[in-house]
């Protein structure tokens, strides 16, 4: 009997054991999303897209900017974004040009920054620095031309 009762023990000890690796191959990190009570709240479930500080999101602002890094895949992501993604209005690619023109849903103004949509407005290839001195005047400028009052 005695026997018995060591091999139960035993097989609980591995069972715990077992059930530490998974969870910790589950949720590697310090804070685990399943153990969380919060996530499975339905006011958490409710919109994935809330902030941080629980106001809403706003869609219709962002710009997404491609950051091209060599020999990744980037040249064909980069072309998946204009030519494959289902939106409400996708990008307008043209036979024979290499630019296609990705414009917000009722408004002039692009939704990507890339070699695909605007050209290398930042330069051949360029880098995080670059890109992140060059796009804003880049956009600002876009934006002035379309303000501005045609002749």
Known sequence: MEDRSHKVLLALVMLFLFAVIVLQYVCPGTECQLLRLRALSPAAAA?????????????????????????????????????????????????????????????????????????????????????????PSVVDSKKEVRLRPSR
């Open 47 to 135: 919109d994935p897209y809330r902030a941080e500080d629980e106001t809403p999101a706003r869609f219709g602002d962002d710009l997404i900017v491609f950051l091209h890094i060599q020999k990744t895949g980037g040249t064909t992501f980069g072309r998946h974004l204009v030519r494959n993604i289902q939106l409400e209005q996708p990008c307008e690619c043209r036979a024979g040009q290499k630019k296609c023109t990705c414009h917000r849903p009722g408004k002039r103004e692009t939704w990507l920054f890339s070699r695909f949509s605007t050209g290398w407005s930042c330069g051949l290839h360029a880098d995080w620095t670059e890109l992140t001195n060059c796009v």
